[in-house]
Structure formats: C-alpha cells, structure tokens
C-alpha cells in the first residue's frame, strides 16, 4: 500500500513537472510518468496478493476456533463470522480483478458494507467467548449462554 501511494504522488508531481517543462524535456518526464504508472500497477498487484494470504489465514482461523468450539451459541457466532469474512475475501478478490472505474465504486461499496458486518461478528465473537491470559491462556471473563 505503501509502495503504491509513493509512485501515486510520484506521478502527480511529475505532471506538475510536465506543464512547465521545455518540449525537449517532456518526453524524458513523459518516459518516467510511464515507468511510474508500471511501478504503480505492480505495487497493486503484489498488494492484491498479500490481501488475499491474509484473508485466507484468518479463514483458516475461524475455522480452528469453530472445531474446537462446543457451545452451540459459539459455533453460531462463530459461522456467521466466517460467513463475512469469506465474503470480505472474495470482495476483495472482484476489487483487485475489476476493471472500469464504476465497478470498482461499487465493490468499494460493497466491501465497505462486508466489513462493517465482519467487525460486527468480530465484536459479537469477542464478547461471547471472552479475554484470555496472554501468559496462561486461562480464561479472564467469558459471557455464559442460557
């Protein structure tokens, strides 16, 4: 993400660069403009991959958390988190793979909604199942179901 915002400004100040430049000096910014707008699309690329490993690890997560759960209000919360993080995944996947600019906007939207519904879950999870010791891993509070 980093990488991409530093070839984005790269690009606008070399613009700025391009109005006020000699024609003999255009096409040497127009040259860089161009190597910049590949580095850009690289940085992207390489973003959209490492989005989706870390997607896939926190599926894989869930997945753990929800074989080792017994309590049958847990499971529940706990599917309905995987649900919305899977969705935020593939969300995600459509956005990196999206071409004109009006689809983008509405996957942005779309994720935007997804993510709101994950941290939701996410939040839900958390209070159910309760804090542990980062030392021991015993319990520190857990909400019991009825």
Do not use: E, T, W
């Amino acid at each position: 993400m980093k990488a991409q915002l530093k070839a984005v400004k790269k690009v606008v100040a070399l613009r700025k660069q391009l109005k006020s430049a000699s024609p003999a000096k255009k096409a040497a910014i127009k040259a860089k403009i161009a190597k910049a707008k590949a580095s850009i699309k690289r940085a992207a690329k390489k973003y959209a991959k490492i989005a989706a490993k870390a997607d896939a690890k926190k599926v894989a997560s869930i997945k753990r958390r929800l074989a080792k759960a017994k309590d049958p209000l847990v499971r529940r919360v706990l599917k309905a988190q995987l649900k919305a993080q899977k969705k935020v995944a593939a969300l995600r996947k459509k956005l990196a793979a999206a071409k004109s600019p009006k689809a983008k906007a509405a996957l942005k939207k779309q994720l935007k909604v997804a993510k709101a519904k994950l941290s939701k879950a996410a939040a839900k999870v958390k209070s159910l199942v309760g804090k542990r010791c980062k030392h021991c891993g015993q319990k520190l509070f857990a909400v019991k179901s009825n």
